[in-house]
């Protein structure tokens, strides 16, 4: 259980925190008693994700940009660092893979690089992900399975793993990496439920899924993710990479008929599949989070306990 103690009158800086997963946890960082600086290039975030949230500075930033990076650690001297900030799209990983190279790997060697040398650094948690290890041989997926990418998404997300261990090990910064499993929930700004949920407002007939629709997830609810990091951060082994997944493995078209259901549409809309899907796109990912669960963390949120709020949340933006 994290304690409000734990992070009061911190200095905490999280880069991307204007954006999805990010700026949920600034909120919950606040409601903890932490001094918050936000760094975000606004390219996917918003400033207003973060309104009515007490004690947040906002600074419009780029992690690729070294120099800024420099002189924002130097001026907040953070206890805590959360690494949010990065390219989160494997279609676009693939037909721009400067930029994800760059936004990734490069924006994470900057920040690291700022971490060197802050004696009050207590841990710097960075946001990796699923697609480091590929189409996996074995299953379910271990910390120690196979690191076998098929993007460049998950090539540079294993990239700023690397700078992360190089960084501990030469330099002593207290880095730990979070391999996030498809995490969903408000705010977010793509992936396939939001695809789903777009999908059917333009036509509540018929849901066309990529590919065959048989690829198993295991999807992450954005409040288990922030407590997934919020853990990590007090009791996470730095140098380690840990799992972080709500559980329950579906089938996209299991997803799918559950987001039909959820909208009332059982009897009239029908599933088209499209028989292929875009590259870098993995079939079957189911987890193991035993490394996670013995910091203390359990995943409270199940998929039909987030899908609702997640069209909550859709369908008041919608509205607006």
């Not at 009515?52 to 690729?64: E, Y």
């Not at 189409?135 to 690397?162: D, N, V």
């Not at 391999?179 to 407002?201: E, S």
């Not at 996209?252 to 088209?272: F, H, K, P």
């Amino acid at each position: 259980m994290i304690q409000e103690s734990q992070f009061a009158n911190a200095n905490v800086i999280v880069t991307g925190g204007a954006g999805f997963i990010g700026s949920h946890l600034v909120s919950v960082l606040s409601e903890l008693g932490a001094s918050v600086t936000v760094i975000d290039n606004l390219q996917s975030g918003k400033w207003s994700n973060l309104s009515d949230i007490a004690r947040v500075t906002s600074v419009t930033a780029d992690v690729t940009h070294r120099e800024q990076v420099d002189t924002i650690f130097k001026d907040v001297a953070p206890e805590y660092v959360f690494h949010f900030a990065a390219n989160a799209s494997v279609p676009g990983s693939v037909e721009n893979p400067d930029y994800d190279f760059d936004a990734n790997a490069g924006g994470t060697y900057n920040v690291f690089r700022a971490c060197r040398g802050l004696d009050g650094l207590k841990k710097a948690v960075l946001a990796s992900s699923a697609a480091v290890y590929g189409e996996p041989a074995e299953l379910p997926i271990r910390e120690t399975t196979a690191l076998r990418p098929i993007s460049p998404y998950g090539y540079s997300k294993l990239s700023s793993e690397h700078v992360m261990n190089c960084h501990h090990s030469v330099y002593g910064v207290p880095g730990v990496a979070a391999r996030i499993f498809n995490a969903y929930g408000p705010r977010m700004a793509r992936f396939v439920i939001l695809d789903f949920l777009r999908k059917l407002g333009n036509d509540p007939n018929v849901l066309s899924v990529l590919g065959s629709g048989q690829q198993v997830r295991e999807f992450t609810y954005v409040r288990d993710a922030v407590s997934a990091f919020l853990h990590l951060a007090i009791y996470g082994e730095t140098g380690q990479a840990y799992n972080v997944s709500g559980g329950s493995p579906m089938s996209i078209l299991d997803l799918a008929g559950r987001i039909i259901a959820a909208r009332g549409l059982t009897d009239t809309c029908r599933i088209e599949t499209t028989g292929a899907s875009w590259i870098g796109d993995a079939q079957r990912w189911t987890t193991d989070t035993s490394r996670l669960q013995a910091l203390g963390f359990t995943a409270e949120w199940d998929i039909d306990m987030g899908l609702r709020e997640t069209i909550s949340w859709f369908d008041n933006e919608e509205a607006r």
